[in-house]
Structure formats: structure tokens, C-alpha cells
């Protein structure tokens, strides 16, 4: 397993493109099956959750053939409707084959996704709406089989106790496409990334109206067409880099960032003192001073995005102050706090919130990433502490984040990639 080696870095200075969005790409990847006439995808970003999709699908008998940052789908070949354990139990987004395969094919076989180490991940909105559709659900060993004579529009409720959820919307959606009749979701996600699965739904001939708010309404189609669709820029690349810049100082554009998708981050860090301008199609971020101590409340679109929660703990590990964390959306998800520890960081926990106070500097240690956004967390503490830092657990990063390493190095941060 590669390592990344983190020295202390300054300012960071100069201009990045963001890749597109992973959390946009695998629903997409998984609405292919709703046709049979070929589809190209366009700014696909090479992390291995597309990897792990792409097999996936060709598990399905779909052809998938990858040109740098281009998919071209085939699913005409498709042969069966099982996606096994060991590519599901990787990678929790394989469940929207889901949808896709019952509207299709009527039938479904999908492994209830493994424990995720960053709390419970549970599946009953995904059922409760494909149920509501007319599936039939059973478990079997550890299997989710779905099938159904037909499905029906209707109106499908999808608030949990934490709110919405992103992909049961995405799922709900991609089954009520070819369902018979009109399909209401209440309670929907309003995630950019359900709002760039509908417009690719849409451009594939589907009926979709409401994305975005909470409402999303669905005519069904008899079937759908091939299309080529960009997927969106990825808001939480983008917000990581935006947070290392803040963190690090200095005066760096995040070209492809929309600040439409970053409102949450963006108030946050003008909060602790960061300068951010929206320019043509980019983000620019400058900072030049220690930062104020911020609280941040994790929350489904538009609130602040979960997913950017252990990056800008890192950032607040430094800040002038106090600040809390508060994790409305997974619990649990913590397990970048004893790392961040280990380098010094002030940090204690109560419940699903964290304390953070401020210290002036952290200092380099071996940590070990044990989830996607860790790893990114890290990444950002280990620039900013005092000598090295080696950085374990780097096919975390890998499955989300696209070269980061090299992303920040050509902006003059001290980063590099060992393979081990
Ligand atoms: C998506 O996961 C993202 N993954 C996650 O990003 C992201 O953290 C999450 O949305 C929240 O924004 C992808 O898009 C591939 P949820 P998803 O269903 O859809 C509860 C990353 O780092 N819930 O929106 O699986 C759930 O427990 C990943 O890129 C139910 O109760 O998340 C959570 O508390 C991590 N029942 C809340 O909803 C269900 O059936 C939101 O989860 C489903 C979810």
C-alpha cells in the first residue's frame, strides 16, 4: 500500500482544475442500465470508486471502455442482474444498481452493503421507496433480492432521521423513470449530484421535474435513449482544496469550483477570516493570517456537507480558538480525531460533536487514514505540522480524490507518493 510523505509546506500559490465529481459519476455510471443504446460520459474523474463501478457493470454484461477522462457504456450486452459481495462490499454505491436493474429487468440481486467505518449505513429508505414502487424485497444471504411484475408511480416519502438521502433518491429516481405513471418523492435530496443524475435522466429522454427541492416529480417513460452527459465539477475535491488553501495561507483558484455547490464552506471560511471571490468559472481563495476558531453543523445540501467535516477540523486545529463540531449526518464519524491527536491537534469528543481548540502547530507523526475524508484531513494537518508526516491508508484518498498529491505539490506543497 503506497504512503504519502508530508513536510511542512507554506503558501500555497497558483491555479487547479478540479476533477469531476465521483459522487455524481456512480449513479450516472449505474443509470446506464436503463437503456440499451450506448452512452458516453464526459469529465469522469480516474479515482477507483469509477474502477470498482465500472466492473461492476461489467459484471452486467455492460461494455465499459474508459478514454482519460471519458466512459463509453455499452449495455446492450447486459447478461445478468447480481452485483456480488466483494465489488458491493467495497463501495456502499454500488446499491443503485438497484433501481436501474428493477425498472429494466424487473429483477435485482444486490449484497446488503458490509459495516462502514464511519457509522451505520443503513438501507431502509432504499426499500421502503422501491417497495412503495412495487417491488418485492427479500434478504437472502446477505443478498437484497428485488423483483417486481411491473411498477407503478407513486408517492414515495424518503425522510429518515437524519433527513434526506442521497442515493435512496437516486435510486427511487432511476426505478420511476420507466415506471408506469407519476412518481412523487417528498423529502427528496436536493444534492447537486441528484441534480446532475436528473438532467442526465432527462437528456435520456426521462420526464423529470423538481430536481433540487425537495420535490421531485416523475413521469414514467416506456424506455430510454443513449446520451452523452459532463458530469459537475466535484464540490467536495474543490472544498478540500479550498480548505487546505485557508489552512496553509497564500492565494490559490480552484478552476471548475461553483460556488453555487460550496455556500455552506464558503460563509464558514469567510467566517475564520478567508478572502474567497467568485471569478469566471473558478474559485479563488487567498489567505494571509492565523484564523478565527468557526463551530460548523453538518447537514443534508445546502447546509454544510459532511463529507467536508474532517478536512476543516484539520484547519480549525490550528485556528486562533475554540470551536465545535457538531455531526448531524453520520454520528460516528470521527475516526480522523485520534489521528489529528497524534499530531497534537486539541480535540475532544462529546457524543456525535468534537471541541476544537485552537493550538499553533501541530507536529508530524506516522497516522494511519481510515476513510476517504480522513485521509484528506490528514493530508491537510501533515502540510501544516512542524517536520514529516507519513500518511498510511492512501487508497482511501485514491478512491475519491484524483492525484491529489500532485494537485497540491503544483501549488508548492511538500507531498509525495511512496509506494510501498
Ligand atoms: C452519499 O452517501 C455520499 N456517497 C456520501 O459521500 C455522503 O457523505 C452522503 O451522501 C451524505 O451527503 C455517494 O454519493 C456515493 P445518505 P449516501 O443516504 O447516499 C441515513 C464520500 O465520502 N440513511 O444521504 O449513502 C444515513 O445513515 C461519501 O464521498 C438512512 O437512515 O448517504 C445518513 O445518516 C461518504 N436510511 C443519512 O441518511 C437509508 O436507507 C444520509 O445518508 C439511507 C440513509
Redesign the pocket.
Known sequence: MDKLILHHSGALHGAVRVSGA??AA?PIMAACLLTEEPVVLEGIPRVTDVVTMADILRRLGVRVDQDETRLLIDPNHYTGSSAPYELVSVM??SLCVLGPLLARHHRARVSLPGGCI?G???????LKGLSSLGATIAIDHGDIIATTAGLYGTTVHLA?????????TANVMMAAVLAQGRTIIEHA?C?P?VVDLANFLIAMGARVTGHGSAVIQIDGASELHGATHRIIPDR?EAGTLLIAAAALGGDVTIIGARADHLGALIETLREAGVGIEQEEGSLRVRSDRRLKAVDVTTL?FPGF???LQAPIMAMMAVSQGLGVVIEK??PERFMHVPELRRMGAQISREGSSAIVRGVDRLSGAPVTASD??AAASLVIAGLMAENTTELRGVEHLDR?YEHIEDKLASLGASIQREAS
Open positions: 465521483k459522487n456512480l456502499r454505491a464511519i451505520p449505513r443503513p438501507v431502509d429508505l432504499h429518515g432521521a437524519s433527513g434526506s438521502s442521497v442515493l435512496a435530496a444534492e449530484e467536495i443534508p456537507p459532511t463529507d449526518i453520520y476517504l475524508r475519491g
